[in-house]
């Protein structure tokens, strides 16, 4: 099994997102899911994760902070959020509230980043190589340190630009795909995540891992298997059949225990092939082997 480096995560959740009118944008569905729900996605494997901003119903348990004054800025935020992890963390991933598509890939990408490095920070770039500060990787004391150093310099941390930090600190850097650091600032890019993730490659994989999200189940799907399921149904059967007979194969791997994954593949295993049977059948009624009509023995 391989080893992951433990760390824990901060996501910014604050701002007067302006450019949206001044809606309340960690809340903004991309995908039937809320931003930061889907940020919160990206980061469960955090040992600990503390939201900064106002408090609100999220997809998973978080601890709460907030920046004094509201509204500081992100280095205030990030500051705020930094005071409120567990002292003993190494390592805090600090993400912003508004990517709809980060991947839980990309935060381990940035934790493995620094951690194979001698470097302080691990910063992802974007596809035009600009470094994204608010999807990086921190080492804990050098992070706290640069922020004292910061608040002493200047008085106070409301409104300096994330750049003094990432400026003052050893950085190693991650490149990652287009959509990584993909953030909605605008409701043009609200509108163009949602475009996106119904696109025909992408959207059964969406719509999964939503639909894994809204239930709370963690559970590796072979669509594959179960389309393939579906279609064996629809066609052996009759169309309603295929919702029917997925659903009842979840059941059954729930009634089952076990191995989640094997347990579904199992039970879609014998769902098919009864599916094929039913099929078998209708091909040839007057032969209960599914052959050809054999002779009358009388």
Do not use: N
Request: with cysteine; hydrophobic share 45%; glycine share 12%.
């Amino acid at each position: 099994m391989t080893a992951y480096s433990a760390y824990d995560a901060i996501v910014l959740a604050g701002g007067a997102a302006r450019r949206l009118g001044g809606v309340d944008k960690p809340g903004v569905r991309v995908g039937g899911r809320a931003l930061l729900d889907r940020v919160l996605a990206a980061c469960d494997g955090a040992a600990d994760t503390v939201v900064v901003g106002g408090r609100r119903p999220t997809a998973r348990p978080v601890r709460w902070a907030r920046e004094e004054p509201p509204g500081g800025g992100p280095l205030a935020a990030l500051d705020a959020g930094v005071r409120a992890v567990r002292r003993d963390a190494r390592t805090v991933v600090v993400l912003s509230a508004d990517l709809p598509f980060l991947s839980r890939a990309t935060v381990r990408r940035l934790v493995d980043a620094l951690d194979g490095s001698g470097a302080e920070a691990a910063l992802l770039t974007d596809a035009d190589g600009r470094d994204q500060p608010l999807v990086a990787a921190y080492r804990a004391e050098p992070l706290r340190r640069e922020i004292a150093l910061l608040a002493t310099e200047y008085g106070s941390l409301g409104g300096l630009p994330l750049r003094l930090l990432a400026q003052e600190l050893g950085l190693t850097r991650v490149d990652a795909g287009p959509l990584a650091s993909f953030d909605c600032d605008t409701w043009e890019d609200v509108s163009a995540a949602r475009a996106r993730i119904r696109e025909h490659g992408t959207v059964l994989d969406e719509w999964i891992t939503a639909v894994k999200d809204e239930l709370a189940i963690e559970l590796d799907v072979d669509v594959k298997v179960l389309l393939d399921l579906a279609r064996d149904a629809a066609h052996g059967v009759a169309r309603p059949a295929a919702p029917l007979t997925t659903f009842l194969v979840g059941y059954a791997a729930a009634k089952a225990g076990g191995d989640g994954p094997e347990a579904v593949a199992e039970a879609a295993r014998k769902a098919a092939a009864l599916a094929q049977r039913w099929a078998a059948e209708a091909a040839t009624p007057g032969d209960d082997t599914g052959g050809a009509k054999g002779a009358d023995a009388g």
